[in-house]
């Protein structure tokens, strides 16, 4: 526990931005169908015998906290739906006592499984929630599931791990009505809701543009029932937040990736389940790490390619340009 100080160099791109944000997929595998990520009959999940354990999950990832990492995020596929994530925290909280350490989860098994991560260190917990209306979480998520979903929100708050926040892909035509309610749920349960843009992430790869709902309109609907104050922003959080006028708990955020990029001031590093380093969401190429890792490269070996995979991170996704093209993988084989 507690390691004092760096023993490799930060982890600096080209663009001087340096990654200081792992988010660690532990399964491409998911309880959920949610439409704009994956198909109603699943994927072609990772073979086993090319998933990480989460000896070599942590392994790698005390390298890469060994080079300047300091906020971890698990996530998936559904992270929750791997066996004994409790373990898996408690490794990575061993690392060092000051990282941040959080969970993205659709919610559904987080009720039972709430006390036990806050126990092993867990900090804080982000949860995926679309839709408010019962039928109609159950036609975008293809499950019935608001109920499960709604308790473990409150659970996670019960138990500490919060500040709870939301996320919710708003989708023209689809759930756009619903920006004033989740902004009434923040409202009332202090959590922090944050309204993301429909991205070209989702394996049928039919996401459309026409389909996206800009940030600002989306801060614009909630100002015009609710009085919204900006908090000074703080780069490089993409989610630009804002208060409400009138002092009442929760708050709103935006994570506008497709209409306003934030690419100048990314610090986000991902290792995929299958132990794949991409230094962009959008990355048409990875570093295999698992390879060298299972052929028994030192620490060093291992700290020098993440680098490398760091230091030719491009300068943007640009989307929407003709030169932009969706990366094979999609989200949930990523680690959203
Ligand atoms: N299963 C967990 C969950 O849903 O929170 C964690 C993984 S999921 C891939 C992470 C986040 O990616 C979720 O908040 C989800 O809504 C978001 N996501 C998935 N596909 C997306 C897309 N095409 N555009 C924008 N966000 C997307
Ligand atoms: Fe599963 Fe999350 Fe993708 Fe929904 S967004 S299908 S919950 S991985």
């Not at 015998?49 to 698990?74: A, F, M, N, P």
């Not at 709902?213 to 801060?219: D, E, K, S, Y």
């Not at 208060?243 to 986000?268: E, H, K, L, W, Y």
Request: net charge negative.
């Amino acid at each position: 526990m507690g390691r004092m100080a760096r023993r490799y160099p930060e982890l600096v791109d080209g663009f001087g931005r340096t990654a200081s944000d792992l988010r660690i997929s532990i399964t491409d595998r998911c309880n959920f169908r949610c439409r704009y990520c994956m198909p109603p009959e699943g994927m072609p999940w990772m073979p086993k015998d090319q998933l990480l354990s989460y000896e070599e999950l942590t392994r790698l990832t005390s390298i890469l906290v060994d080079s300047g990492v300091r906020s971890l995020k698990v996530t998936g596929g559904e992270p929750l739906v791997r066996h004994d994530v409790p373990t898996f925290v408690r490794l990575l909280r061993a690392l060092r006592a000051d990282l941040d350490i959080s969970l993205t989860t659709n919610g559904y098994l987080l009720a039972q499984q709430a006390a036990e991560l806050a126990s092993a260190g867990l900090d804080r917990v982000t949860v995926s929630c679309d839709s408010l209306i019962k039928h109609r979480f159950a036609e975008m998520t293809l499950r019935d599931a608001f109920d499960e979903v709604m308790k473990g929100l409150h659970v996670a708050a019960e138990e500490g791990l919060g500040p709870v926040k939301l996320n919710t892909v708003v989708i023209e035509g689809v759930n756009d009505d619903e920006i004033t309610a989740f902004a009434e749920l923040a409202r009332t349960t202090g959590f922090e809701v944050r309204f993301i843009e429909y991205m070209p992430l989702d394996a049928q790869q039919a996401w459309d543009r026409t389909k996206v709902i800009a940030g600002a309109a989306i801060i614009e609907a909630v100002a015009e029932r609710y009085p919204l104050i900006a908090d000074a922003h703080q780069a490089p959080e993409p989610a630009t937040s804002f208060r409400f006028a009138d002092g009442a708990p929760g708050r709103i955020g935006v994570i506008p990736s497709v209409t306003q990029p934030f690419c100048s001031t990314c610090d986000r590093l991902r290792l995929t389940a299958d132990g794949q380093l991409r230094a962009c969401l959008f990355s048409l190429e990875e570093t295999d790490l698992r390879g060298p890792l299972r052929q028994g490269a030192a620490d060093d070996d291992l700290a020098e390619l993440a680098r490398s995979c760091v230091a030719a991170k491009w300068a943007g996704h640009n989307i929407g340009s003709p030169s932009f093209r969706q990366p094979s993988r999609s989200m949930s084989m990523i680690g959203g």
